[in-house]
């Protein structure tokens, strides 16, 4: 897990989550256990999932749409 550390580039993003009545007994006695708050948590499970997403984002950038595609190009595509 990444250490969180303020870095003068975070964004406020607030957010209204649902989550079960265990789950937050989890994420609450983790914040406890940690010393930090229930936000920093959530925080810290966000980066490192976003972090994990930016490991397959080069999958995504093999493709590029075009502005516009001819229906024999599209065809072609698809071979």
């Known amino acids: 897990m990444n250490s969180r550390q303020s870095s003068g580039d975070e964004v406020l993003f607030p957010v209204t989550i649902s989550i079960k009545a265990g789950t937050a007994k989890l994420l609450s006695q983790m914040a406890m256990d940690m010393g930090i708050s229930i936000d920093d948590v959530l925080s810290v499970l966000a980066e490192d999932a976003a972090i ?3 490991n397959d984002l080069p ?3 093999k493709d590029s749409i ?6 024999d190009d599209l065809l ?3 071979e």
């Open 52 to 54: 994990d997403l930016e």
């Open 59 to 61: 999958y995504f950038h």
């Open 66 to 71: 075009p502005d516009k595609c001819s229906k």
């Open 76 to 78: 072609k595509a698809l």
